[in-house]
């Protein structure tokens, strides 16, 4: 889990500055509607009383009542994300990163309930925290925000349909994407998380991994690439010594059998193979300098 500056813990008690629930009487007629949700405490009063304050004891210590005071939403608004990776334990930690935002940037003098603006900021820290720290590979924006779209409507046409998974026409004409971008999305699916290269790829008993179905480097390409660099220079020889390297190293004779061949002797057959060397290893060499 990514730490973050601040770390709050959650309660459920509230201060004596609080109230636990909203007063309803205290409300008049043109009190903006708010949510009747059992975990929004009426901050009304501490909102206007921090707009007043500045930096300070004072200050600080009302606004981490209000904090307190709010926890149980963010967990609540955490809780919608479970199952989607992360532990539910870290996204409380990043809705209560969202929750000290909306209570630091939050204007009581606009007229909006605390609720309405707090509630988006905390979700959209969670999009955020998802998008930034839970992908494996890096997507752009608009295929995560594709895949999104697609993974709900396929999670939605499937139940409508009764288990069939739907096409991809139908995906984009319900998501309303094009196809192309529903491709996208649905590669996207598979991109969130990786897969260990120990992890077997069938349900059988061989051991099969995904490692054992890797290639490898090919030491072939190198001895191409080697051949090809040294046969300019191989061609600067004078033919006996390219008939002698060609006889040791393309047809695996031994110094013995070209010596009886060339009528030589296999120490000089040994020098002229030495000195041919050295002389391709620095034309070769120089070539490529």
């Given amino acids: 889990m990514r730490t973050t500056s601040t770390h709050i813990t959650s309660t459920s008690a509230t201060t004596s500055h609080i109230p636990a ?16 949700h059992h975990d929004a405490p009426d901050t009304d009063a501490a909102f206007e009383r921090l707009a007043e304050l500045g930096d300070g004891p004072e200050r ?24 989607r990776g992360e532990a539910l334990e870290d996204l409380t930690q990043v809705a209560a990163l969202g929750l ?19 509630v988006p900021t905390i979700a959209g820290e969670i999009k955020r925290h998802f998008r930034d720290h839970m992908w494996v590979l890096h997507v752009p924006r608009r295929v995560q925000e594709a895949r999104n779209r697609v993974r ?9 349909n009764a288990g069939r ?11 309303r994407l ?10 996207a699916l598979d991109s969130y998380a990786a897969l260990s290269l120990d992890a077997e790829l069938n349900d059988g008993d061989d051991g099969y991994s995904l490692a054992d179905g890797l ?26 010594e390219q008939t002698i390297l060609y006889l040791r190293f393309f047809r ?28 391709l290893r620095e034309q070769v060499m120089s070539d490529a300098a």
């Fill in 21 to 36: 629930t909203r007063a309803t009487s205290a409300h008049t007629a043109n009190a903006p509607k708010r949510h009747p």
């Fill in 60 to 83: 600080r210590a009302l606004r981490d009542e209000i904090v307190k005071a709010w926890m149980p939403m963010a967990e609540r608004i955490a809780g919608r994300y479970r199952g």
């Fill in 100 to 118: 000290v935002k909306a209570v630091d940037r939050y204007s009581p003098g606009r007229g909006h309930a605390f609720e309405s603006y707090a």
């Fill in 152 to 160: 709900t409507a396929i999670k939605e046409l499937t139940s409508v």
């Fill in 165 to 175: 998974q739907p096409t991809v026409a139908e995906i984009a004409a319900y998501a």
């Fill in 178 to 187: 094009t196809e192309e971008e529903v491709r996208n999305g649905l590669e």
């Fill in 215 to 240: 290639g490898e480097t090919d030491a072939g390409f190198d001895l191409v690439v080697d051949r090809e660099a040294v046969r300019p220079a191989m061609r600067r020889l004078p033919e006996r």
């Fill in 252 to 279: 695996g004779m031994t110094q013995s059998c070209i010596a009886e061949e060339l009528g030589v002797s296999q120490m000089h057959v040994s020098r002229l193979i030495s000195s041919s060397c050295a002389a």
